[in-house]
């Protein structure tokens, strides 16, 4: 991951950009750049992933007599066919990031380009000339993009924390802030920060901010329909999308691996990417967690009703991985804690949050990018609970029954 950052408008001293861009360090550890002219500021701070060389931002391109400057924080999955479409309209590349691919897609389609890409995204373009701010968010919200309007100016960023960081903006909890972290949390209302005056973009939303004004407009929705395809029929395009999505994340200029807890969703995705590997002569790294004395103390449950490390040793030794264990201590996990909560800038799924963060330090000693399974239960109805007709028969979300 990357974080983008920016001002408009703002008066911003050198210790104000510093002090930002050393929030953003976090997500971003392989470098920074600072834009600065007529009032606007954009601020990026890097994880290289592809072209280590090339994709230096804010990145500055000149077209059709204006000069755009992009900070970009995400990851297209259909870079090359994009190149191929801009070669065809006369764009000469000179890397091959994807950062190039997403200014080159804006400056030739402007907002429309938000249609071509697959991929996570949370990006800004400044037209210097026209002095116009573009904003954009994938789809599904991978990508996070907060701002505050003031009255005289405009400021956002990747993470609330770095917001915070602007002199003027204080933490505040009004009402409905406090009641969403009681009540809601870790989740949040659409469009909201939490703390007092920060909003967020929301998924599926692009902007645009100039003299003063910011307007909204929501590029895609989801839409729902008749499910008319046979068993056989969905099978297929199940298995295509889902293979089709892994193979297009494992492009990577930096070494990759995925996460295996034996569970269906990361048991699929390590025999996609193991297979895949293997036919390019490499072996894939694994890895996965678990607590010092689990073996010891684990008891059944309903929600879990048996440990992993079976069907984690049965996975590996049927694709033939670099297996890696992370044994997390009880000190350990208590020292994530407070990391944990800062890395959300809220109160966040305690145990899982904390756990992830501490498996996270161990794996990037190794790897830069790890594949994870995530919400595959959600969408195929893998909890328990979905298949329990006591719980599904009561008022209410069956995940908040107990």
């Known amino acids: 991951m990357c974080a983008i950052a920016g001002m408009l408008a703002l008066p911003v001293q050198p210790e104000i950009t510093q002090r930002m861009l050393h929030s953003m360090a976090r997500r971003g550890p392989d470098g920074s750049g600072v834009y600065q002219a007529d009032g606007c500021t954009l601020l990026h701070t890097r994880l290289a992933i592809i072209d280590p060389a090339g994709g230096d931002q804010p990145m500055s391109l000149d077209w059709a007599g204006e000069r755009y400057i992009l900070v970009y924080n995400g990851e297209l999955y259909n870079t090359e066919e994009i190149r191929q479409q801009l070669k065809a309209q006369g764009h000469i590349f000179a890397g091959h990031s994807d950062t190039e691919v997403v200014l080159r897609a804006y400056v030739q389609w402007k907002e429309e380009c938000l249609d071509r890409l697959n991929g996570i995204f949370a990006f800004a373009v400044w037209h210097c000339r026209e002095r116009k701010l573009f904003l954009a968010r994938d789809r599904m919200g991978v990508k996070p993009l907060f701002y505050k309007c003031h009255s005289y100016g405009f400021l956002f960023a990747s993470e609330i924390k770095t917001i915070l960081r602007y002199p003027t903006v204080s933490p505040e909890l009004d009402r409905e802030g406090a009641a969403q972290i009681l009540l809601l949390g870790p989740g949040r209302c659409p469009g909201s920060g939490v703390f007092r005056g920060i909003e967020e973009l929301e998924p599926g939303q692009c902007a645009v ?27 297929q395009k199940v298995r295509y999308l889902v293979e089709d999505s892994i193979r297009r994340q494992m492009v990577s200029d930096v070494p990759i691996g995925t996460f295996l807890s034996g569970g269906l969703d990361s048991s699929l995705i390590t025999a996609v990417c193991a297979r895949e590997m293997g036919t390019r002569g490499q072996m894939l790294k694994t890895f996965s ?23 984690i040793r049965a996975m590996c030794q049927r694709e033939a991985t670099d297996h890696r264990w992370c044994i997390l201590t009880p000190q350990e996990l208590l020292e994530a804690m407070e990391a944990a909560t800062f ?7 305690a145990d899982v949050d904390f756990s992830l963060l501490a498996f996270c330090a161990q794996i990037r000693e190794c790897v830069t990018v790890a594949l994870s399974g995530e919400c595959a239960d959600e969408i ?12 599904r028969s009561r008022e209410g979300f069956p995940w908040a029954q107990n």
């Open 209 to 235: 901010y100039q003299q003063g004004r910011l307007a909204k407009k929501r590029y895609w929705y989801l839409k729902d329909g008749e499910h008319t395809d046979s068993f056989e029929e969905t099978a």
């Open 289 to 311: 967690l678990d607590y010092e004395n689990n073996d010891r103390y684990f008891t059944p449950s309903k929600f879990q009703p048996n440990s992993d490390p079976y069907y």
């Open 343 to 349: 890395a959300r800038d809220l109160p966040g799924m």
């Open 380 to 391: 195929v109805g893998g909890y328990p609970w979905y298949r329990d007709p006591q719980i």
